[in-house]
């Protein structure tokens, strides 16, 4: 097994050129796992941890926008300044594993692993997001939506580094929900994140299908119906949107819950966030 | 003042919170646990298990095995020089399957080689065809005979009844409930791992190995081994905890047969997910009981029918059996009885002992009945346990007198007086972690539910059925030092610190020295049965006492005075009536003193066909009290607070209590709200720590605990085990608490999100 341990950002791009097959390693906290199980053996290695020009983010206060690097942990992520600018993905950030997972756990990984349940997934989902994704040709800026396409399937292609996430830094509610039946440290049956821009909701689902769902015509029925000025919305309109949540979830039964309550529960975690932001 | 700043000399002794003599190394990650044992050339060896929970093996071809450089051996159950099979109480488990495989993991084969890698690609180089057969996995299908038998044992390891009194009574008041218990798992955090070092020859092997009871171990090893005991020796490696799931056999015998095949040292490590499948776990188990008393509450008659699901093995499963029916009745005092108990064979996976053996399934459905009767008559929980507490002298439905110290009514008492958590849902600094759903932020607190939940136990201590329980301890004084020897298994509880404690208080002496922990002296029992304490404690004292009788004679013939006069004080020798005092350092200079001892328990009789007999040996009580907040519309729980008042006889080491108490109780919530191994048709969903559910320090509530010390007369230094009570009320108070919160009949653990919502 071969390990390359680039240390700038033109030599990992040139590793992961070099040998597209190779597996991009960051803080390891999914692969370890993989590896250690015997579900992946890898033949070859670039890990990234040690590239500057990941771990670092960017504010733009004319764009209003956070370009935030692969590397960059979750520890961070659930930090000032990082939590002031998009306070749900720090949310999120917080229940990611335990401080122990948080300081290794990047976010280029959960984007890289694009599990169902990644914890940092509906929020990037919510805020429409753009995945960077950087080849020594070249870079493509890919909208969130379109860049996870199935459960740990991506559009990423071999030889291409997740270089960055950029996020706009928004004024309005946001916030991320997530069931689990440990207080932390667990991952989610059922999670949900909502944005509200003036005068439009986005809600992300996550947990309860093959990728992040977002909630077309629960967004459409809260963006007309509830007072952005007042800030306020009828209990019958949260009703209809946790009824049109539950229908969009596409769940499954497995070991971990089932399909009914996890349909359930999308329901009542969307109300409740729906309540928190128009009160 | 904490035993590390006492005048030397005197730190360490009973009563006092003596250190613990390997914690710095624990903490501090230097302590050699088992699976850091390694030895010159050793070999890795694997195992190589069963995916099928019930099939007949076909063929095995381990020629694409052998052809892997590296692999040094590859046996199955030809391999076996000795006894095929080995087992706790029956011996009717394989060594390796031969002809059949019953559950998903046996063990079939087994590799040695090089590396750990060499072994994995040995292992799947192992050809193994199966024909799938249909498997057993409702137990009542067992019981009701409708299974042919999966084991030429047959399908039911042991049925009992319990028949006592008048069976005709019925009412005026009734209750009646089926409740459930899932799977749960010892999960220890340190996981199986052996070194087998085998002698020139093959003359004989010592194992290194993490187990609980090191002579039974040796015992069964010998046997499958074709070995005389003498030439089968056991070493005792570091321990990660246990909790009855060392008990049997895992890896024992297919190390040693690796190194004895091989002629080189081996080591086996499981991993997690084996882990899950290498031991046995708490058993799963419906019980159903109908309660009759009269109009104040009294208890007039306990019905009941337990069905454990004793897995493909019998292990502990018939002694379990027995713990259960035996304490069908709580520590409620009650007459009369109809018990039916069954313990039975199925494919899922075996199931032994684990912490509170039996009893925790007992306890979980007296205890919701308690809360029904309550109900029934309008009485609150705490009521309706006073007016039926048990006392001491008073019967079981086993015919058998409660002798032990029974403080039931006093702890039910202290407990109510224990504080409340005087926070409002959410606490004052609305910490999201002190609500249900915690992290995820899931609760809004004016959602949030609040109950309050009861239980109390009775749980016997030691080894029933007229099992000659017994412990052995040599102790040497020589110089002011004191060597002490036992074959105790130390796992965590903390007998190695008790010991240097008895030592002390006995003998005067400042240092105790602890020899290796082997089989090269008698026996000392399990550690398990809350039983440590009282047996090996039992054990260390006695031949401390001897050790001192020998010293006062001595000194008494050397001063011409009575030994009887003579007594320790402090580190000193005294004349109780003279002017003598000499320190024992210097009254045993150049000298030595060297004495073993057995502590036995009385003997226990087997019960007859109606149940009836003096089985136990002795009793311990616990009282719980749980607070909890609910999110009802999401099933999410928060225990806010447990609170526990426990009959301990004496707290020999108020730490060790203290920490027994709190562990056991993180253990009763984690059954009482995540921890279940899911058996899909025998298959196994959750074996890892992603999936199979422990509380962390996030989810543990605060505790507060008082206790009752009142000294056992028949118990050598006055002290009850503390191990297991913790575990067995503190499940049903949970869920007390959490039916309490939202009005709904809750009668399966763990609870589920699921069942709080659609319930
Ligand atoms: C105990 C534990 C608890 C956990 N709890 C949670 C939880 O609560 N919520 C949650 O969402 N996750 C959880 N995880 C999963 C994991 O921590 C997260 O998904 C994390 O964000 C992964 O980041 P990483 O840097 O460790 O990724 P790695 O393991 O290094 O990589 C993950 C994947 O991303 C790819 N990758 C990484 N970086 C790049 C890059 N720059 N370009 C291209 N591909 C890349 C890798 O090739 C790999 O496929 C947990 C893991 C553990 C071990």
């Given at each position: 097994m071969s390990v390359v341990v680039p240390t700038s950002l033109a030599d990992a791009l040139r590793a992961v050129a070099d040998d597209p097959d190779a597996i991009v390693l960051a803080g390891g906290t999914d692969l370890m796992v993989e590896f250690n199980e015997g579900r992946r053996r890898p033949s070859s290695i670039v890990a990234v941890h040690r590239v500057p020009e990941l771990s670092t983010w960017h504010h733009d206060p004319v764009a209003g926008t956070l370009r935030i690097g692969a590397g960059v942990t979750y520890d961070e992520i659930e930090r000032d300044p990082i939590a002031r600018w998009v306070p749900a993905l720090s949310q999120a950030a917080r229940t990611v594993g335990s401080p122990q997972i948080r300081h290794a756990a990047t976010i280029g990984g959960n984007v890289g692993t694009a599990s169902p349940a990644g914890d940092g997934l509906p929020v990037l989902a919510a805020l429409d997001a753009v995945v960077e994704l950087t080849h020594e040709r070249g870079v493509r800026l890919v909208p969130f939506g379109d860049f996870m396409v199935g459960p740990k399937r991506t559009v990423r292609q071999p030889g291409e580094l997740i270089t960055a996430v950029t996020v706009p830094v928004l004024s309005g509610y946001q916030g991320y929900t997530k069931v689990g039946v440990r207080n932390a440290m667990v991952i989610a049956t059922a999670s949900v994140a909502l944005v509200v821009r003036p005068g439009a909701v986005a809600i992300a689902l996550g947990s309860v299908g093959p990728t992040i769902i977002r909630c077309h015509d629960a967004e459409a029925l809260v963006s007309a119906h509830a007072d952005f000025e007042a800030c306020r919305v009828s209990d019958d309109v949260v009703h209809e949107a946790a009824e049109l949540v539950r229908a969009a979830a596409r769940p499954i039964d497995d070991h971990r819950s089932t399909a009914a309550y996890r349909r359930h529960a999308v329901g009542v975690l969307a109300a409740r966030l729906l309540r928190r932001a128009f009160q | 003042m904490s035993a590390v700043d006492a005048p030397v000399g005197l730190a360490g002794r009973l009563g006092q919170s003596a250190v613990r003599p390997d914690g710095v190394a624990k903490t501090q990650g230097t302590f050699e646990?088992?699976?850091?044992?390694?030895?010159?050339?050793?070999?890795?060896?694997a195992t190589l298990r069963s995916p099928h929970p019930h099939a007949r093996i076909v063929r095995i071809d381990l020629s694409g095995a052998w052809k892997i450089d590296g692999v040094q051996a590859v046996i199955t159950a030809e391999d076996v020089p000795g006894r095929l099979t080995y087992g706790l109480i029956s011996h009717d488990q394989p060594v390796f399957a031969h002809e059949v495989v019953r559950f998903v993991g046996e063990p079939v084969a087994a590799v040695a080689a090089d590396h750990p890698d060499t072994c994995r690609r040995a292992l799947e180089a192992i050809v193994v065809e199966y024909e799938v057969l249909t498997s057993l996995t409702d137990p009542e299908q067992a019981v009701d005979g409708s299974f042919p038998p999966i084991h030429p044992d047959g399908n039911v390891i042991r049925h009992q009844r319990i028949v006592r009194g008048d069976q005709t009574i019925e009412?005026?008041?009734?209750?009646?409930?089926?409740y459930e218990l899932g799977m749960q798992d010892q999960a220890f955090l340190g996981l199986e791992a052996a070194l087998a070092v085998p002698d020139p020859g093959g003359a004989g092997v010592e194992l290194h190995i993490a187990t609980q009871w090191l002579h039974e171990d040796r015992k069964q090893l010998a046997a499958c081994l074709d070995l005389p005991e003498e030439q089968v020796r056991l070493v005792l490696g570091g321990v990660g905890g246990a909790f009855g799931a060392r008990e049997d056999i895992s890896l024992q015998v297919h190390s040693c047969l690796l190194a004895l095949r091989t002629g080189r040292p081996v080591r086996m490590a499981y991993s997690r997910h084996e882990s899950f499948l290498g031991h046995v776990h708490r058993h799963p188990c419906r019980v159903w009981m109908r309660h009759h008393a009269d109009e104040s509450g009294r208890l007039l008659r306990v019905e009941a029918?337990?069905?454990?699901?004793?897995?493909?093995?019998?292990?502990?499963?018939?002694?379990?059996?027995?713990?259960?029916?035996?304490?069908?009745?709580?520590?409620?005092?009650?007459?009369?009885?109809?018990?039916d108990g069954w313990a039975v064979r199925t494919n899922n996976l075996p199931c032994g002992a684990m912490r509170g053996f039996g009893v925790v399934q007992a306890c979980f459905a007296h205890e919701g009945q308690m809360d029904k009767l309550a109900a029934a008559i309008g009485v609150d929980p705490v009521e309706i346990r006073l007016r039926n507490a048990m006392r001491t002298g008073d019967h079981l439905i086993t015919g058998q007198v409660v002798e032990s110290v029974a403080p039931v009514e006093r702890l039910i008492r202290e407990l109510a007086e224990l504080p409340l958590p005087t926070e409002p849902v959410g606490g004052h600094d609305h910490?999201?972690?002190?609500?249900?759903?915690?992290?995820?932020?899931t609760a809004d607190p004016a959602t949030i539910r609040r109950g309050i939940g009861w239980a109390i136990s009775i749980k016997n201590l030691m080894y029933s059925e007229a099992f000659d329980d017994y412990s052995t301890a040599r102790v040497r004084l020589a110089d002011g030092v004191a060597t002490v020897k036992f074959a105790t298994a130390e796992v965590g509880q903390g007998f190695v610190t008790l010991a240097g404690q008895i030592a002390r208080s006995v003998l005067g002496v400042g240092d105790v020295v602890l020899d290796r922990i082997d089989t090269h002296i008698g026996s000392a029992g399990s550690t398990s049965a809350s039983r440590q304490t009282w047996m090996s404690g039992g054990a260390v004292d006695g031949a401390c006492r001897l050790v001192r009788e020998r010293l006062f004679e001595h000194l008494a013939a050397v001063h011409d005075l009575e030994p009887f006069q003579l007594a320790i004080d402090g580190s000193d020798v005294i004349d109780t009536v003279g002017t003598l005092r000499v320190s024992v350092a210097e009254a045993t200079a150049g000298l030595e003193f060297d004495e073993t001892f057995e502590h036995h328990h009385r003997p226990t009789e087997d019960l007859d066909e109606f149940g009836q007999g003096n089985c136990h040996t002795a009793f311990a009580f616990a009282a719980h009290r749980a607070v909890v907040d609910v999110d009802p519309e999401l099933g999410l729980v928060k225990v806010v607070q447990v609170a526990t008042v426990q009959d301990v006889g004496r707290?020999?080491?108020?730490?060790?209590?203290?920490?027994?108490?709190?562990?056991?109780?993180?253990?009763?919530?984690?059954?009482?709200?995540?921890?279940e191994i899911i058996l899909v048709d025998g298959h196994v969903r959750n074996a890892s720590f992603t999936d199979y559910l422990l509380p962390t320090f996030l989810d543990m509530p605060d505790v507060v605990i008082g206790l009752v010390e009142e000294p056992e007369p028949q118990a050598p230094l006055g002290a009850k085990g503390v191990g297991e009570p913790p575990t067995v009320s503190s499940t049903p108070a949970v869920v007390a608490a959490i039916r309490d919160a939202i009005g709904k009949d809750l009668h399966r653990v763990p609870v589920r999100p699921t069942d709080i919502v659609f319930g």
């Open positions: - | 646990f088992s699976g850091d044992l390694s030895a010159d050339g050793f070999l890795w060896g009412g005026p008041v009734v209750v009646e409930g089926t029918r337990f069905v454990f699901d004793g897995g493909a093995y019998a292990s502990t499963s018939s002694a379990v059996l027995i713990n259960g029916i035996t304490h069908a009745q709580g520590p409620y005092h009650c007459d009369n009885a109809t018990v910490d999201p972690m002190r609500l249900p759903g915690g992290a995820g932020l707290a020999l080491n108020p730490l060790s209590v203290t920490g027994q108490i709190e562990g056991g109780i993180a253990q009763g919530v984690g059954l009482a709200v995540m921890e």
